[in-house]
């Protein structure tokens, strides 16, 4: 059974920086893509980033809005995803999901862990 | 960035009512379209992928279809465990963008 499971979420000041992981265990983590998609609190979800596979080199995408501010890893060893986050603004708050990507595309996210929550507040 | 403009953003209906939710996207994706459940709390789920091909273990009332920049969704017959967000989502080019979501709830 694929489970996804977050941490690392909290509130933390403007400008501050903050490091999300995403345990992930079911299926071999090194040969899927793995994503961030986040919900501002009333919004819908909004895509973060995404890293491939090994296999297809470990690229990273992100969207405009965190890019330069966020970065994402993955350490296959301990099946582990992380999003390393910095320079926090308020419109970041929201819940954050890791996803897995299917067999078949990097963008189809076919199981999400249940998120950890990020505020942004002084 | 493709755009994704999905409607009606609400909607209210009944156990056993066929629900249809749209979405339109800013330009031409070919097949490269997902839709997901969300209820409050809880993960995402992948429901549809690839525009019509139903994701493993979901109920086969669940479909979609479409082509070019116009895509549906369809609950044949709404059951009370699926009143829930629904999201379109299109996988065709980075950013992968979802449209606004779909609140189905109770009449």
């Known amino acids: 059974e694929v489970q996804l499971l977050e941490s690392g979420g909290g509130l933390v000041q403007p400008g501050g920086s903050l490091r999300l992981s995403c345990a992930a265990s079911g299926f071999t983590f090194s040969d899927y893509a793995m994503s961030w998609v986040r919900q501002a609190p009333g919004k819908g979800l909004e895509w973060v980033s995404s890293i491939s596979g090994s296999g297809s080199g470990g690229t990273t995408y992100y969207a405009d809005s965190v890019k330069g501010r966020f970065t994402i890893s993955r350490d296959s060893s301990k099946k582990t995803l992380y999003m390393y986050m910095n320079s926090l603004r308020a419109e970041d708050t929201a819940v954050y999901f890791c996803?897995?990507?299917?067999?078949?595309?990097?963008?189809?996210?076919?199981?999400w862990g249940q998120g950890t929550l990020v505020s942004v507040s002084s | 960035d493709i755009q994704m403009t999905q409607s009606p953003s609400s909607l209210s209906a009944s156990v056993g009512d066929r629900v249809t939710i749209t979405c339109r996207a800013s330009q031409s994706m070919g097949s490269y379209v997902n839709w997901y459940q969300h209820k409050p709390g809880k993960a995402p789920k992948l429901l549809i992928y690839a525009k019509s091909s139903v994701q493993s273990g979901v109920p086969s009332r669940f479909s979609g279809s479409g082509s070019g920049t116009d895509f549906t969704f369809t609950i044949s017959s709404l059951q009370p465990e699926d009143f829930a967000t629904y999201y379109c989502?299109?996988?065709?080019?980075?950013?992968?963008?979802f449209g606004q979501g779909t609140r189905v709830d109770i009449k």
């Open positions: 996803a897995k990507g299917s067999p078949y595309r990097v963008s189809e996210f076919d199981f």
């Open positions: 989502q299109q996988s065709y080019g980075s950013p992968w963008t």
